[in-house]
């Protein structure tokens, strides 16, 4: 709720505690890698990213959400290769995410 609503500082203050106590919760993990990449830490958003895809290898948005990242990054080429893997994987999957 505290990312829907901008409120970075709640946010960071809730997730980190909570990713001591459960460091495998990919979830989290991600809602930690937008909020990086909403204050521009790139290299933080894409290693938190890549372990969340590490702990959840199908989930598709975590993937596209990386790939956005890269991206932004400068690495476009590494972008359209995880976007390509996701389409092999997952056809309609792409239809589904807004880039925003």
């Known amino acids: ?24 919760d990919a979830a989290a993990i991600r809602m930690l890698a937008e909020l990086a990449a909403r204050i521009g830490r790139w290299r933080d958003a894409e290693n938190l990213l890549r372990r969340a895809v590490e702990l959840a290898p199908s989930w598709t948005a975590a993937k596209a959400n990386l790939a ?4 932004r990054m400068g690495r ?4 359209l290769e995880l976007l390509d893997d996701i389409f092999e ?9 807004d880039a925003r």
């Open 1 to 24: 709720m505290a990312l829907n609503e901008n409120r970075l500082d709640v946010a960071e203050r809730i997730l980190k505690p909570h990713l001591k106590e459960d460091p495998f």
């Open 68 to 71: 956005l990242v890269l991206g």
């Open 76 to 79: 476009p080429a590494e972008a």
């Open 89 to 97: 994987e997952e056809p309609e999957g792409l239809t589904r995410f």
